[in-house]
């Protein structure tokens, strides 16, 4: 049975800073992992998809990351901004999307 | 192109009564998924539809929830006699593939911005 798991549930930081969001899941057998984004009230907006194939994914300041073998997945924000503060959630698809719970960022001015 | 619509987007429902909740999936989209978020837990998979075909409920409560997807009009989840336990925000997602297919995990899903379930 897939799990996924986010770390840290929170997490704080001032503008401008690079950032890491970590994602990681039980079963490697996967075709591919996305990272949503959740803002308060609303639903989730699809950002990145990573193929099983892929290693990375880019787009704008989000890049994300896919190690198979070790069951790891990272987002990484580069230079942060206040817009960006919303939850990120992960998921993998296993019969279902298997979501992790989030990790809820705010980027303080 | 409109997105996938949900409503109502906030509902409150005294213990007992029923909820309703509406979901529009994104044009030429033909597969509903409802989900389900409970406060500070992640997302639920609770059931998978086609037009007038349930394809996976293993997510759905055995009791008091259904969910259909009629060849006309929106996906309705219906829950009776409702509980404390049922407040969340429930989420529909469409697509227009059927995602047994491997192929067609290569698109993601498109979610609504869901419906806020109060029980008092």
């Known amino acids: 049975k897939q799990e996924v798991t986010q770390i840290p549930a929170a997490l704080s930081v001032p503008e401008g800073e690079n950032l890491v969001l970590n994602c990681s899941f039980t079963d490697s057998a996967i075709y591919n992992l996305q990272w949503f984004r959740q803002d308060p009230g609303k639903g989730l907006t699809s950002l990145l998809l990573i193929q099983s194939s892929q290693r990375e994914q880019t787009s704008g300041r989000l890049n994300a990351s896919l190690d198979k073998s070790s069951g790891r997945s990272t987002l990484y924000i580069a230079a942060s901004q206040p817009g960006d503060s919303a939850t990120y959630l992960c998921?993998?698809?296993?019969?279902?999307?298997?979501f992790g719970k989030g990790t809820k960022l705010t980027v303080n001015p | 192109n409109a997105g996938v619509m949900q409503n109502p987007r906030h509902l409150v429902r005294r213990r007992g009564q029923e909820a309703r909740l509406r979901c529009s999936p994104m044009k030429g989209h033909s597969h509903v998924y409802w989900y389900r978020q409970l406060p500070e837990e992640g997302l639920k998979f609770m059931v998978y539809l086609q037009k007038e075909n349930i394809i996976d409920e293993s997510g759905m409560p055995k009791e008091r929830f259904s969910a259909e997807f009629p060849k006309e009009g929106p996906s309705i989840l219906r829950i009776q006699q409702v509980v404390r336990g049922d407040s969340a925000a429930y989420f529909c997602?469409?697509?227009?593939?059927?995602?047994?297919?491997?192929?067609?995990?290569?698109?993601?899903?498109?979610f609504g911005n869901g419906t806020r379930l109060t029980v008092t």
């Open positions: 998921a993998v698809p296993s019969e279902k999307l298997v």
């Open positions: 997602a469409s697509s227009p593939l059927n995602r047994d297919s491997q192929s067609s995990y290569n698109s993601p899903l498109h």
